[in-house]
């Protein structure tokens, strides 16, 4: 099983939908999760982290199931501006603040 | 501005040489990071400095080498050992080795001709 996974997409979406993507792990004593968002050929950049109470911000919420090790990120109202390529990140414990990134699901909201 | 900036945005190597790809950061950040990301693909760490004047290889380190001499900076050089340089690189930092939150530059996107 790959440390990270998500499914690579692409998400096609009409303006306005709700999309939620998925995201497992493999380390279950994984202490941090994080949500980031990567533009076409620039830097990734913090989207949200994920608590395990679930968090929302805006139009954005993230949830925690550790029991079945996955995270979940849901997008409500989808803007032409949400398309981009979303990556999953987890930190296992002990790494010192290294991270493990999946490949990313990739976003496309369309007019 | 505060921030992370990496240098140069676009690097042409030749196959056998040497080139450096720098990264700096004025955030006061105690811990800095280079990734490699190839297309369709999850990024991967080569290197990475906790605190000054010490740092230690990542998943791909082979081919790569670092130097962390300033708090600010974190050059990387991809050598000739390097069999398959070409890539995206990025930089990032985080205030403590302990903390989560990595921040990224803009990236280097080297390719051999």
């Known amino acids: 099983r790959k440390e990270v996974e998500q499914d690579p997409g692409p998400f096609n979406v009409p303006e306005g939908a709700t999309v939620a993507f998925n995201c497992t792990y493999s380390n279950s004593a994984s202490q941090s999760f994080f949500w980031y968002r990567q533009d076409c050929r620039k830097e990734p950049k913090l989207l949200m982290s994920?608590?395990?109470s679930g968090n929302e911000d805006g139009r954005f919420t993230a949830q925690l199931n550790r029991a079945s090790q996955y995270i979940s990120l849901l997008i409500r109202d989808s803007k032409l501006s949400d398309s981009a390529t979303y990556l999953c990140?987890?930190?296992?414990?002990?790494?010192?603040?290294?991270?493990?990134f999946g490949k990313g699901t990739k976003l496309s909201v369309k007019p | 501005d505060g921030g992370i900036t990496q240098s140069p945005k676009y690097l042409f190597r030749k196959e056998g040489q040497n080139v450096t790809l720098s990264c700096e950061q004025n955030?006061?950040?105690?811990?800095m990071y280079w990734y490699r990301q190839d297309p369709g693909q999850g990024l991967r760490l080569i290197y990475y400095?906790?605190?000054?004047?010490?740092?230690q290889k990542g998943d791909i380190a082979e081919g790569y080498s670092v130097s962390r001499e300033k708090k600010e900076s974190f050059p990387l050089t991809v050598t000739s050992a390097q069999k398959n340089p070409t890539a995206f690189y990025l930089c990032?930092?985080?205030?403590?080795?302990?903390?989560?939150?990595?921040?990224f530059g803009p990236g280097t996107r080297l390719t051999v001709l």
């Open positions: 400095s906790q605190i000054v004047n010490d740092f």
């Open positions: 994920v608590y395990s």
């Open positions: 955030l006061n950040h105690d811990a």
């Open positions: 990140v987890v930190n296992p414990r002990g790494s010192q603040g290294n991270l493990i």
């Open positions: 990032a930092s985080t205030y403590r080795a302990s903390t989560d939150t990595q921040y």
